[in-house]
């Protein structure tokens, strides 16, 4: 059991991942494991279930479909 603090990994992790979805135009449509492609670490392996996890804590992003994200005007 946590005591709610986030993984010191995944908050690496966000500060590449964030921008990269906010520097994307409102109605651009995406694929996690495109995002996972791009996201690459010689430490660890990152899937496209990771970067949806972190989709999903977004506010800028809403699920259309699985594995399928759009950007939305925040």
Not at 3 to 15: H, Y
């Amino acid at each position: 059991m946590t005591d709610g603090a986030r993984c010191r990994s995944n908050q690496r992790l966000r500060k590449i991942l964030y921008p990269m979805v906010k520097k994307m135009y409102p109605g651009t449509t995406f694929k996690s494991n495109e995002l996972a492609k791009q996201v690459r670490s010689p430490y660890r392996e990152i899937n496209s279930q990771i970067i949806g996890a972190m989709l999903r804590e977004m506010d800028e992003v809403r699920s259309l479909e699985h594995g399928v994200w759009e950007r939305v005007p925040a």
